[in-house]
């Protein structure tokens, strides 16, 4: 008797097929804010010279400080696989918890630069939003819009991390299966990918 | 155990839980299949309900049944309801599910609990758009959502575009699944060309729900921000551009096009050779025909605006392209012919579906090239005769097909044979009152008739009552399908194995398949329509 042959007690591991899911997903995301970019690019064609405007008003040193961190971040996570194929759980762990504290520097930082427009009085909806010129407008609107969806992306992402931190912890993932960890980062990686380009096209280009 | 083990059907197999719950939390594809079959069963029902409701108003001149306001609401739900909860999970979601791991020789999809979630999301955006119905004013834009009246309306936009983003994320979850699925799980021996022709469509139609679905997403996103915090992204009084948004959406939504009908495509390629009892005629081109679609499918969005202001030259590239990707659409034609020629053809139920599904498309497809010629659709833009279009299409296209599955897997899921006499004379019924309702609309359409209004001139009473005549054939024939697969359920004499004679895995295991399908898996040696 063989229990393999019994349906019920068959267990499918395929490590490629979680990975290959995780990259096509990725792809989806990829096209989520393509959508953004392209009304971006557009309205931008549309109105050079009040986006130019818009982008001066925005605070280049934070938006470069939470660029490093998010570099950084990627780092850290990249190298928590690393760690894990070793075996070094400890090491791997403590890159991870390290990833999700820039995380957390991130959006502390995300709340102080919207904290201070919404103080001047640059939020959606406002009576000043309203009153400038209306390229001037979209690209505020552009920015909240698609700053903010990247900051719920930072939040999941740092959910997803600590996941990753809980199954390093009781051992799920190991020296001999990280696939999931792996994924994890991919998924960190995209967010950091979102924002090296969210950067320049709204802080840099004037 | 070993050889007299007594393998449960996925059916009984209830994996230790019980009722429901053994059906809400399993992670069996054939399963979830079914949930996907039942839920989308009883909101196509509503969605025809609204149809009829809409056939009625236009019974006759001048206001018959319902209010002007009533009336926008239920061309759009009935458009909602019918697109997003009926024809884009339709044949992928059901019969994907069902069949997909059973043809590739496989124990279930990739990612089982991503599955059923992507059930979940289902029902979650089901619900929150007929909420719609009940809740607020229920939307009146039309299923396009086009801004800036979507943004102005007082109706309740906001929660129908967040339903369609989440159906369209359970879109995506499904598409992912398949693509995943189809790399990684086919049985040993199985290469790309020995695969049947229904996973080559899904994989195609996958591909386009995985990169197009994303972007309608955000699109749908934005008109929900902008409605909830006043922005102006795409309203013309505050700076935006709602040409911009007619781009974003048929940037989705015509491949979205191809992933109603290319599933529907891939199970009339199932179906012929079995009930012709033959080698498919062009297994390659049909298959590659799939992916030539979801390709130049992404580029031909530009048809559903000749008239709201592109330069010229954009328009002729886009009607250049959309006379191109008939062309992909017409050789899967003259194979499905060519296949049906020289064979023994047996004419039941689920081989008349699918010729009536070949007569219906033909109409259909060459009805789309009309509308995809620059010079005509300025004239036929907006009538009747772009909705007895898409009618032939998605209805007697994809629907046919939906239909044409539904008869051809029956005994499998179910291990039962309905009525073949009383299915073939339901098959007529419907066919015959769909063309009863859907002819008269490109009539009426080209003599003028706009769409979208629920009153119109007194020189289209005619036709409009003819039309209105089909509908409740067709109705009657929706019922009378329905009774006898009920009872074919119920009373119906054990299927066996391999009714139908086909040679693909899904008709080598027993019927209903066991949970994780096979014993053993199938070793494939040779091409799945080797009829000798």
């Known amino acids: 008797m063989n229990t393999n042959n019994s349906p019920s007690a068959h267990v499918h591991r395929d490590d490629e097929a979680q990975k290959m899911g995780m990259w096509f997903f990725l792809f989806t995301e990829l096209l989520l804010f393509g959508g953004l970019f392209l009304v971006y690019s557009i309205y931008r064609f549309k109105n050079p010279d009040a986006f130019a405007h818009g982008a001066k008003e925005l605070n280049v040193v934070l938006g470069a400080i939470n660029t490093i961190v998010l570099l950084t971040s990627s780092l850290t996570a990249a190298l928590s696989i690393t760690a894990i194929q070793k075996g070094q759980k400890k090491l791997a762990l403590g890159l991870v918890l390290f990833t999700i504290f820039c995380a957390l520097i991130f959006l502390v930082n995300k709340y102080f630069e919207w904290g201070h427009k919404f103080e001047i009085g640059i939020y959606p909806g406002s009576d000043l939003l309203r009153a400038i010129p209306r390229g001037e407008a979209l690209f505020f609107v552009l920015y909240y819009f698609m700053t903010g969806l990247h900051a719920i992306h930072v939040i999941v992402g740092a959910i997803i991390l600590g996941f990753m931190a809980r199954y390093i912890q009781t051992g799920l993932i190991n020296s001999d299966y990280y696939v999931l960890l792996e994924n994890g980062a991919l998924y960190w990686h995209l967010v950091d990918l979102i924002w090296i380009f969210l950067f320049p096209l709204l802080y840099l280009i004037h | ?532």
């Open chain 2, 1 to 532: 155990m070993g050889e007299n083990v007594q393998h449960l059907s996925f059916l009984q197999d209830n994996g230790g839980k019980k009722g429901i719950l053994a059906w809400i939390t399993t992670t069996d594809h054939k399963r979830i299949g079914l949930l996907y079959f039942y839920s989308l069963t009883v909101f196509f029902l509503m969605g025809v309900v609204l149809g009829i409701l809409m056939r009625l108003e236009l019974m006759n001149p001048g206001k018959d049944l319902v209010e002007p306001q009533t009336y926008n609401s239920l061309f759009t739900l009935h458009g909602v309801i019918m697109i997003f909860l009926f024809v884009i999970p339709g044949i992928p979601a059901v019969f994907g599910n069902i069949a997909l791991p059973l043809l590739l020789g496989a124990r279930d999809v990739a990612f089982p609990k991503l599955n059923l979630l992507s059930w979940y999301l289902y029902i979650l955006g089901a619900l929150m758009a007929l909420s719609t119905l009940l809740f607020g004013n229920a939307p009146d834009t039309g299923w396009t959502f086009y801004a800036p009246y979507s943004v102005r309306t007082g109706t309740n936009v906001t929660m129908a575009v967040l339903a369609a983003f989440i159906l369209g994320f359970s879109s995506i979850l499904t598409g992912l699944n398949f693509i995943v699925t189809i790399h990684r799980m086919r049985a040993p021996g199985m290469t790309w060309f020995r695969m049947p022709l229904f996973s080559w469509a899904l994989y195609a139609t996958a591909w386009i729900q995985l990169l197009a679905t994303p972007v309608v997403g955000i699109t749908l996103l934005m008109i929900a921000v902008e409605r909830m915090l006043g922005i102006g992204l795409f309203d013309p009084s505050l700076g935006g551009d709602p040409i911009l948004y007619q781009h974003l959406f048929w940037i989705y939504s015509h491949p979205a096009v191809y992933i109603m009908i290319l599933p529907g495509m891939g199970v009339i390629s199932e179906m012929i050779p079995v009930f012709a009892r033959r080698r498919i005629f062009g297994y390659k081109a049909i298959a590659y025909s799939s992916l030539a679609i979801a390709f130049i499918g992404y580029f031909v969005w530009g048809h559903h605006m000749f008239t709201s202001g592109m330069s010229g030259p954009a328009r002729v590239i886009f009607s250049l392209l959309t006379f191109l990707v008939a062309v992909p659409s017409a050789i899967k034609v003259f194979n499905w012919v060519a296949t049906l020629y020289g064979g023994s053809i047996d004419l039941k139920p689920p081989l008349l579906y699918a010729l009536g599904f070949i007569f219906l498309f033909l109409i259909g497809g060459l009805t789309g090239l009309v509308n995809g010629a620059l010079a005509a659709d300025v004239h036929i833009h907006d009538t009747y005769f772009v909705v007895g279009h898409f009618h032939y299409v998605m209805f007697g296209g994809t629907g046919f097909a939906f239909f044409a599955a539904l008869h051809y897997w029956f005994p499998k899921v179910y291990g039962k044979m309905y009525n073949v006499k009383h299915a073939t004379r339901a098959f007529w019924v419907l066919f015959t009152g769909f063309n009863i309702l859907y002819f008269p609309m490109l009539v009426v359409g080209m003599m003028g008739m706009p769409r979208r209004y629920y009153d119109y001139l007194p020189q289209f009473h005619i036709p409009n009552l003819i039309s209105t005549f089909g509908s409740w054939i067709v109705v009657s024939g929706l019922i009378y399908m329905i009774v006898v697969l009920i009872q074919g359920y119920r009373k119906g004499t054990p299927a066996g194995k391999n009714p139908w004679g086909g040679l693909t895995l899904d008709w080598q295991t027993d019927s209903p398949p066991i949970t994780e399908n096979f014993v053993e898996l199938p070793i494939v040696t040779e091409g799945p329509y080797e009829y000798k």
